[in-house]
């Protein structure tokens, strides 16, 4: 359907609730009279939902409530009716045992919230990693339009002198710390400063990823995703942001799955791999593709991986932090030297197309932005291997790894768990040295909901010589602010009886990034002979939400979203709900 089309023939959703003269229409605008609503407006004026994951103990979304205020501006302004809804707020470092397996509760959580009200459009505010992917998972399976807001990264100090405090340093001064290169007088300054302000880290870590990705995707507006959660600007974006959701319910176009198809996905990989952006960010788009209905697929990050450059000069891949990047005209600018790799005829929230959005973008600054020819760093960012270690797949942010170790072969130590981790790493008798290969295994989605364990430590003996990266191996994910040579994400991993599961201390293992190879250079039959012997692990919840999630939570390659969850129904509303007695009261 054309544009025209689609807007003359969309009757608004919440007419249904409230603008008929029966009884279900009465007791609707009655309840809402209560909120301040007059039976004149809502008989007349389209309803937005503000979906908010504002929690104080989620600092990263801490700006979230102003920001759902002056969006509550710009909707009244435009003609509309806010509501606003607060969801369940997921606080990266603070929720146990990880956030991951909560993302896509939250996600039914937005899903039913908009099915169940009566919102014309909703607007989507989230910050830290996780409320991003399932505000928008939530938000495209529901198929109302809906636009998206991030709480916009924090403002770092200064930080001894000079260097910006960030989670990436973080790692960097633990590792320093236990060379015995630090103190913990510098530890505990660090702390003091990490997280300087309200908003999401500042790095182009998975909370800074999935912003710049949602306005690639084109679900926000073009430069809002980056500018700082501090920074006055941010409430005129929600402002805008308000006027723009009421635009969106009046016309009902367009649809979140009128913007989000193939060449939306490839645009979005394309940033994706030009910022060095997070590994996690795969498996939320795709999971994101799953309930728009694209055929996504792991193959296509490493197409695209293989033709875009890492351009953006930014931490962790980087040196900048991601107020340089906003500076030098953020993601527009990005997505305009990103032109050759665009499709250009993609449509946006904003109502226009991306080649419209970046003929009006400049790059600021050539040291942040850096022209195609003269990337941060040669190579591929973010590559995808196979083998029989990982025949469904696995991921490596090649962009912030040694390159050294792209062509390797070493002996496995494997560790069964992270506790096992923190146990031996460090024991004298441990026989590692730098060409070792550190397996974690039984930390995916179904072992162990998948945390963010795969930049495993290095033993302090090879700190202490100065070796800062080894080969890692996991069926974990990896924080976006981290780095190092670790291969992510093994699919299908070891707690469901993949071939992680089988590998043993001592076996050689190859990697092999040109070639995109990852291999358990054991003979088969010896393979076949542990396969039998291996046994799955009883499961560790029988009850509750964790029990729902170990049944049908899927492998990484394929987003780890609930297998029921892919894909979006049509369902309706039956008229009953309306036209006859209505519940409550
Ligand atoms: Fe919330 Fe990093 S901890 S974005």
């Known amino acids: 359907m054309s544009r025209?089309?689609?807007?003359?023939?969309?009757?608004?959703?919440?007419?249904?609730w409230f603008r008929k003269d029966d009884l279900p229409g009465f007791v609707h605008r009655s309840t809402l009279a209560a909120a301040g609503w007059s039976r004149e407006d809502l008989m007349s004026r389209p309803v937005i939902g503000i979906l908010n994951t504002?929690?104080?103990?989620?600092?990263?979304?801490?700006?979230?409530?102003?920001?759902?205020?002056?969006?509550?501006i710009g909707i009244i302004e435009a003609g509309g009716i806010p509501f606003e809804v607060p969801l369940m707020s997921l606080s990266e470092n603070i929720i146990k045992p990880t956030s991951f397996p909560f993302r896509n509760l939250l996600s039914m959580d937005v899903e039913e919230c908009i099915r169940g009200y009566p919102f014309d459009a909703v607007l989507l505010l989230a910050g830290c990693?996780?409320?991003?992917?399932?505000?928008?998972?939530?938000?495209?399976?529901?198929?109302?339009?809906?636009?998206?807001?991030?709480?916009?990264?924090?403002?770092?100090?200064?930080?001894?002198?000079?260097?910006?405090?960030?989670?990436?340093?973080?790692?960097?001064?633990?590792?320093?710390?236990?060379?015995?290169?630090?103190?913990?007088?510098?530890?505990?300054?660090?702390?003091?400063?990490?997280?300087?302000?309200?908003?999401?880290?500042?790095?182009?870590?998975?909370?800074?990823?999935?912003?710049?990705?949602?306005e690639a995707l084109?679900?926000?507006?073009?430069?809002?995703?980056?500018?700082?959660?501090?920074?006055?600007?941010?409430?005129?974006?929600?402002r805008d942001v308000g006027r723009r959701s009421v635009g969106l319910a009046e016309s009902g176009w367009p649809q979140g799955t009128e913007i989000l198809d193939q060449r939306a996905f490839d645009n979005a990989i394309a940033l994706l791999c030009a910022v060095g952006g997070s590994t996690n960010v795969i498996i939320h788009l795709l999971a994101l593709a799953g309930r728009a209905g694209v055929p996504l697929t792991l193959d296509r990050f490493d197409e695209i991986g293989r033709q875009v450059p890492l351009i953006a000069n930014?931490?962790?891949?980087?040196?900048?932090?991601?107020?340089?990047?906003?500076?030098?005209?953020?993601?527009?600018?990005?997505?305009?030297?990103?032109?050759?790799?665009?499709?250009l005829d993609a449509v946006t929230v904003d109502g226009r197309t991306v080649g419209e959005i970046i003929d009006a973008a400049e790059v600021l600054d050539p040291d942040v932005i850096r022209p195609l020819d003269k990337p941060v760093r040669v190579g591929e960012p973010l590559v995808v291997v196979r083998g029989n270690l990982a025949p469904d797949g696995a991921v490596m942010k090649?962009?912030?790894?040694?390159?050294?170790?792209?062509?390797?072969?070493?002996?496995?130590?494997?560790?069964?768990?992270?506790?096992?981790?923190?146990?031996?790493?460090d024991d004298p008798t441990l026989d590692i040295d730098e060409k070792s290969v550190l397996i974690l295994r039984n930390a995916g989605p179904v072992g162990a909901a998948m945390p963010e364990w795969g930049m495993l430590p290095l033993p302090r003996r090879l700190l202490e010589r100065g070796v800062r990266?080894?080969?890692?191996?996991?069926?974990?994910?990896?924080?976006?602010?981290?780095?190092g040579a670790a291969v992510l994400h093994v699919s299908p991993e070891a707690a469901v009886g993949g071939p992680l599961a089988l590998v043993r201390d001592g076996d050689i293992i190859e990697l092999d990034v040109a070639e995109r190879r990852l291999d358990l250079c054991v003979d088969e039959t010896e393979l076949e002979r542990r396969r039998r012997e291996w046994r799955a692990s009883p499961q560790s919840h029988t009850r509750g939400y964790r029990s729902l999630y170990n049944q049908h939570v899927e492998q990484a390659h394929r987003g780890c979203d609930f297998d029921f969850l892919r894909g979006a129904d049509t369902e309706t509303l039956p008229d009953g709900l309306f036209d006859g007695w209505v519940g409550g009261w």
């Open 314 to 343: 930014v931490q962790p891949a980087g040196e900048h932090l991601t107020e340089r990047l906003m500076a030098a005209g953020g993601v527009p600018a990005l997505m305009k030297r990103l032109k050759p790799f665009l499709h």
């Open 218 to 238: 084109g679900l926000s507006l073009p430069g809002s995703s980056l500018v700082p959660a501090a920074d006055r600007r941010r409430s005129f974006i929600a």
């Open 398 to 425: 090649a962009c912030a790894a040694d390159p050294r170790l792209f062509r390797h072969r070493g002996r496995a130590i494997v560790f069964e768990d992270v506790q096992t981790v923190a146990d031996r790493i």
């Open 54 to 72: 504002w929690s104080d103990i989620n600092p990263c979304n801490l700006n979230l409530r102003v920001l759902a205020e002056e969006a509550r």
């Open 4 to 16: 025209d089309e689609t807007e003359q023939a969309h009757p608004l959703r919440s007419a249904r």
């Open 129 to 214: 990693d996780k409320t991003q992917p399932a505000l928008l998972m939530g938000a495209v399976s529901a198929r109302v339009p809906f636009i998206f807001l991030a709480s916009g990264p924090a403002t770092p100090r200064s930080f001894t002198g000079g260097d910006l405090a960030n989670a990436t340093g973080v790692w960097r001064l633990v590792d320093k710390m236990r060379a015995g290169e630090s103190t913990k007088d510098e530890f505990s300054k660090l702390e003091r400063n990490v997280m300087g302000t309200v908003g999401h880290c500042a790095e182009m870590g998975t909370a800074s990823s999935m912003a710049a990705i949602c």
């Open 469 to 483: 990266d080894i080969l890692r191996i996991s069926d974990a994910r990896m924080s976006g602010t981290a780095y």
